[in-house]
């Protein structure tokens, strides 16, 4: 079962919607991570270093949580291949949506955008249905 964690949640989305007004405030852009990532693998993008910077602090920020003590309760009881095929799940519903979770729901949001709105609001009904299925529909 997922443990209720109300002031961890809090923090991290505080911490979460800082980055995001951080970025459009010093650079004008949108805090989607998959525009970022997308952005990298380009090669000779002009807007490469910035992401990269912004790729690399979301990487190293839990991992240096973790060595100072930091707890997190995520545990993945499933197999690389099906993190895998979420993943590409995952970059598939990104390219229909025109954006992810973190570029609609945070920043789009924020901006009153109906597109994110909708988007929003399509990823959170999907990720109730899907959560029931599994835990009331596969036992998990």
């Known amino acids: 079962m997922t ?3 109300p002031l961890a949640s809090l923090a991290g ?5 800082l980055a ?3 970025l459009m ?7 989607g991570m998959t ?5 990298v693998l380009q090669p000779q993008h002009p807007d490469s270093p910035w992401r990269i910077a912004f790729l690399a602090g979301a990487i ?3 991992m240096i949580a973790t060595r100072m003590g930091a707890e997190f309760g995520f545990a993945a009881p499933t197999t690389g291949a099906m993190l895998a095929v979420g993943g590409l799940l995952v970059g598939i519903g990104v390219t229909y949506a025109s954006g992810c979770t973190s570029g609609h729901g945070v920043c789009g949001m924020a901006r009153l955008s109906p597109r994110s709105i ?3 609001a ?8 899907t959560v029931t299925v599994i835990r009331h529909g596969f036992g998990g």
């Open 13 to 17: 989305g505080i911490l979460i919607g």
């Open 3 to 5: 443990e209720f964690t």
């Open 20 to 22: 995001a007004v951080i």
């Open 35 to 39: 525009a970022m990532l997308g952005g």
């Open 60 to 62: 190293a920020a839990p």
């Open 25 to 31: 405030a010093l650079n004008g852009r949108i805090a």
């Open 118 to 120: 909708v988007a929003t």
């Open 122 to 129: 399509t990823f959170m009904v999907t990720t109730f249905a």
